[in-house]
């Protein structure tokens, strides 16, 4: 096993493509001085002298120790892969579950898969959802053209979100696209966000679906190319409908949302110094959550049927 920390191979690395002719002798350095000897500390132990030979065995000693070459480190790759150079595969900053994202397909698009008999085996799975490499999910979005891309707050309204109501704007979109989990315990959202920036370059529309309160609208504006959030269409048009519906707004639930609600406020400051002389649908929609107290769920959504739309994020 490895005996070098990734942190002290950054330091060799460094050192030895600048090739400095001294380094301070701080801790790290005299614990790779105490493994191989190799420099030459000053009197004081200040700093550790190099040359050119030096470095050249640093090199070789290094890549003996990790398997690593310190001129070309890349830890950047999933574990798999740095297990094929290292004996330490956990020099890998890409950790298993960082390396995977939760995805489903629209019934449509399922279905448009029954005539190719080469995945028509494979249509059940689809159905459901998928655990998917980062990489193999980027390959199947170019590979199905899809234009329409929606991530999904909660794990339960990702697995079922084609129950849900959509205006018949909203519908054709959602017929048509990829869901995503944003992820959280067992799936990291690490894998979500490679997997969008991976994909920003296809132009894909990525739309938010997330609870209807500060952390939702949160969510949505820090959420990596997207520019539009799905909620109840009475937001938009009845929004005093809305929150007389019985049980449906926790305000105890907002009230815990402190950092979430200063995140928002602070949006509504900066908005504020622009001289635009009305305030958008976006900005219209944190202004009516904050002043009413708003935290309405995903589940409360499905559960009292209620028709969703989308609206634009200011950026």
Same mark, same amino acid.
Request: proline fraction near 4%.
């Given at each position: 096993?490895?005996?070098?920390?990734?942190?002290?191979?950054?330091?060799?690395?460094?050192?030895?493509? +600048?090739?400095?002719? %001294?380094? !301070?002798?701080?801790?790290? *350095?005299? =614990?790779? @001085?105490?493994?191989? +000897?190799?420099?030459?500390?000053?009197?004081?132990? =200040?700093?550790?002298?190099?040359?050119?030979?030096?470095?050249?065995?640093?090199?070789?000693?290094?890549?003996?120790?990790?398997?690593?070459?310190?001129?070309? /480190?890349?830890?950047?790759?999933?574990?798999?892969?740095?297990?094929?150079?290292?004996?330490?595969? =956990? @020099?890998?900053?890409?950790?298993?579950?960082?390396?995977?994202?939760?995805?489903?397909?629209?019934?449509?698009?399922?279905?448009?898969?029954?005539?190719?008999?080469?995945?028509?085996?494979?249509?059940?799975?689809?159905?459901?959802?998928?655990?998917?490499?980062?990489? #193999?999910?980027?390959?199947? $979005?170019?590979?199905?053209?899809?234009? +329409?891309?929606?991530?999904?707050?909660?794990?339960?309204?990702?697995?079922?979100?084609?129950?849900?109501?959509?205006?018949? &704007?909203?519908?054709?979109?959602?017929?048509?696209?990829?869901?995503?989990?944003?992820?959280?315990?067992?799936?990291?959202?690490?894998?979500?966000?490679?997997?969008?920036?991976?994909? #920003? !370059?296809?132009?894909?529309?990525?739309?938010?679906?997330?609870?209807?309160?500060?952390?939702?609208?949160?969510?949505?504006?820090?959420?990596?190319? $997207?520019?539009?959030?799905?909620?109840?269409?009475?937001?938009?048009?009845?929004?005093?409908?809305?929150? #007389?519906?019985?049980?449906?707004?926790?305000?105890?639930?907002?009230?815990?949302?402190?950092?979430?609600?200063?995140?928002?406020?602070?949006?509504?400051?900066? &908005?504020? $110094?622009?001289?635009?002389?009305?305030?958008?649908?976006? /900005?219209?929609?944190?202004? *009516?959550?904050? %002043?009413?107290?708003?935290?309405?769920? +995903?589940?409360?959504?499905? #559960?009292?049927?209620? %028709?969703?739309?989308?609206?634009?994020?200011?950026?």
């Amino acid at each position: 096993m490895a005996s070098l920390t990734q942190s002290q191979l950054q330091l060799l690395a460094r050192a030895a493509k +600048q090739q400095l002719p %001294r380094v !301070a002798f701080n801790a790290n *350095w005299k =614990k790779l @001085y105490q493994i191989w +000897q190799i420099g030459e500390p000053d009197g004081a132990e =200040k700093y550790l002298y190099l040359t050119a030979k030096d470095y050249a065995l640093l090199r070789e000693m290094a890549q003996i120790d990790s398997g690593l070459d310190i001129l070309s /480190l890349d830890f950047d790759v999933p574990r798999q892969q740095m297990a094929q150079q290292s004996a330490n595969e =956990k @020099y890998a900053n890409i950790r298993p579950d960082a390396d995977h994202v939760l995805i489903k397909l629209a019934p449509n698009i399922t279905q448009s898969l029954l005539s190719q008999s080469a995945v028509a085996g494979v249509l059940h799975f689809l159905s459901g959802s998928l655990r998917l490499k980062v990489d #193999a999910a980027v390959a199947l $979005c170019q590979q199905l053209n899809i234009k +329409q891309l929606i991530v999904v707050e909660n794990l339960d309204s990702f697995d079922n979100l084609f129950a849900y109501s959509f205006t018949p &704007a909203l519908q054709p979109i959602i017929d048509n696209s990829m869901v995503l989990y944003r992820g959280s315990h067992d799936y990291s959202p690490a894998g979500r966000k490679r997997f969008l920036h991976l994909i #920003a !370059a296809r132009e894909v529309d990525v739309i938010a679906f997330t609870d209807l309160d500060p952390a939702g609208l949160m969510i949505a504006n820090t959420l990596e190319h $997207c520019r539009s959030m799905i909620v109840p269409q009475w937001v938009l048009e009845a929004p005093d409908e809305l929150l #007389a519906i019985g049980q449906i707004n926790s305000a105890s639930d907002f009230n815990k949302q402190h950092k979430q609600l200063t995140y928002l406020n602070n949006m509504l400051l900066q &908005a504020s $110094c622009n001289t635009a002389p009305q305030a958008s649908q976006w /900005l219209k929609l944190i202004q *009516w959550i904050a %002043r009413h107290h708003v935290s309405i769920k +995903q589940q409360h959504m499905l #559960a009292n049927a209620l %028709r969703l739309d989308r609206i634009g994020i200011d950026r």
